[in-house]
């Protein structure tokens, strides 16, 4: 986890040659750095998408059940009006 993240760290905010990730570096570490980096990404990502699943499944609970609630006050309003009436 530690290289991931120092991997991360180091391409993100050292020179420009090594965040570039040209495959003709001549370094390993770079090379290792931007697969690194790539990882990271693809883990961000599916991270990002699992929040923006997890949010939308979360506010349509809640629409159906704010709407089953109003449904429900709303019958229950008609039928005293229909009783008193």
Same mark, same amino acid.
């Given at each position: 986890?530690?290289?991931?993240?120092?991997?991360?760290?180091?391409?993100?905010?050292?020179?420009?040659?090594?965040? /570039?990730?040209?495959?003709?570096?001549?370094?390993?570490? /770079?090379?290792?750095?931007?697969?690194?980096?790539?990882?990271?990404?693809?883990?961000?990502?599916?991270?990002?998408?699992?929040?923006?699943?997890?949010?939308?499944?979360?506010?349509?609970?809640?629409?159906?059940?704010?709407?089953?609630?109003?449904?429900?006050?709303?019958?229950?309003?008609?039928?005293?009006?229909?009783?008193? /009436?």
């Amino acid at each position: 986890m530690s290289r991931v993240t120092t991997c991360f760290i180091y391409s993100r905010f050292e020179s420009e040659e090594n965040a /570039g990730c040209s495959s003709s570096s001549s370094s390993s570490s /770079g090379s290792s750095c931007c697969c690194c980096c790539y990882v990271v990404a693809v883990v961000l990502v599916v991270v990002l998408v699992v929040v923006v699943v997890v949010v939308v499944v979360v506010v349509v609970v809640v629409v159906v059940v704010v709407v089953e609630v109003v449904h429900a006050v709303v019958v229950v309003v008609v039928h005293v009006v229909v009783v008193l /009436g």
